[in-house]
């Protein structure tokens, strides 16, 4: 009897250690972490869409724990002192964390998303699981334009620059501004088939690039565009600025007064616009999170319907769209989704990496001008 009792006693002490090993183990990640930048989508979406999945996750997954970043800066610093088993970002952030081995791998069967865009990600079907796209949209205040006796029926966007300086002539005013250029850019170069590099220099040898350029440039300089800059929405719901191009329709809706539709392509060009793509990517789980991260993104598929998708003011990215939209902003996303061809930039390519510096240079020549 002692003898089984000296087997059994280190026996059960070492069942315990290894079952308080396991507990602290799986209680360091009882959580599935999800982080954000508040920039992408406001919070108020986030904590809907953690409060839905909570409410209906399996026995065995574990709940979904958000922690919102107010600005890319602040992501970056937290990424220093840790790792989310999830982050929401676009498909560049998670190809530049790829492509430093950031991301987990995780495959996911019986996907139906986009071929086009399956085949565009690097990391689609491994760890970056798109959910929808901002597509840049125009905002117009009616009420200024009937003002000043002009249809919101823009056309092309070379009768909206000449209906710029129709505004002009008239209020001495400026007719529209943008967030920011680099996606109006991109958008009508991409309608005239040609993709920006990123390169100020070997972009302005192209032709299509430098007469978009320049017409913007001479509306700049007539005083019908004010250059970019991140005030422009707060002008335009002011009600001191007609008509605004943002990078991606307002997650929590139009502000008041405000109407919109797609911005208007070159005459002669393609129903194209450059998507930035929002989804999940997988960075830090391990063998115990992992499964519960499998489930979130199962969830995701298939109980994150395409109004969803639209509620969060995306272009769906999934093929299922028995959708009827009732509210504007969702029409014009649908219309984007089925009439406008997605183009994507390679995430790793020169115009991603410079696009910011792009973006000071342009936008700095547009101020002088102005």
Do not use: H
Not at 11 to 40: D, K, M, P
Request: charged share 20%; glycine share 8%; net charge negative.
């Amino acid at each position: 009897m002692k003898k089984l009792l000296l087997v059994a006693i280190p026996c059960a002490a070492a069942l315990v250690v290894f079952l308080i090993y396991l507990n602290l183990a799986r209680s360091g990640g009882s959580q599935l972490s999800l982080w954000y930048v508040e920039e992408e989508l406001p919070p108020s979406v986030m904590e809907s869409l953690a409060e839905e999945y909570n409410s209906q996750r399996g026995r065995d997954s574990y709940e979904l724990l958000l922690r919102s970043f107010s600005s890319e800066e602040d992501l970056a610093a937290a990424f220093e002192q840790g790792r989310p088993d999830l982050l929401l970002c676009s498909y560049t952030r998670a190809a530049s964390l790829g492509s430093r081995g950031l991301l987990g791998a995780v495959e996911l069967a019986d996907r139906d998303y986009l071929p086009a865009l399956e085949e565009a990600l690097p990391f689609a079907g491994r760890s970056f699981f798109p959910i929808g796209s901002q597509a840049p949209i125009l905002m117009y205040n009616t009420a200024l334009l009937e003002q000043a006796g002009i249809s919101p029926e823009f056309g092309s966007f070379e009768a909206f620059l000449d209906l710029a300086g129709e505004y002009r002539l008239k209020t001495g005013k400026p007719f529209f501004s943008a967030e920011s250029l680099s996606p109006l850019l991109c958008t009508c170069c991409a309608s005239l088939g040609y993709r920006l590099e990123g390169e100020p220099e070997q972009d302005g040898m192209n032709s299509d690039f430098a007469s978009v350029y320049n017409s913007l440039a001479s509306a700049a300089m007539e005083g019908s565009f004010l250059p970019p800059g991140e005030d422009r929405l707060d002008l335009a719901a002011a009600g001191l600025l007609p008509c605004l191009v943002l990078d991606s329709p307002p997650a929590d809706g139009l502000p008041e007064a405000l109407s919109c539709t797609a911005f208007p392509l070159p005459e002669g060009g393609n129903e194209v616009y450059v998507p930035q793509v929002l989804g999940f990517a997988v960075t830090g789980a391990n063998s115990y999170t992992l499964p519960s991260v499998r489930d979130f993104l199962l969830w995701l598929q298939d109980g994150f319907s395409a109004e969803d998708v639209l509620a969060l003011g995306l272009v769906p990215v999934v093929q299922r769209l028995n959708v009827q939209p009732s509210d504007p902003l969702g029409k014009l996303l649908m219309e984007a989704y089925n009439s406008r061809k997605a183009l994507i930039y390679p995430p790793l390519g020169r115009f991603v990496q410079n696009r910011q510096e792009m973006e000071e240079e342009l936008c700095g020549a547009l101020d002088l001008l102005y």
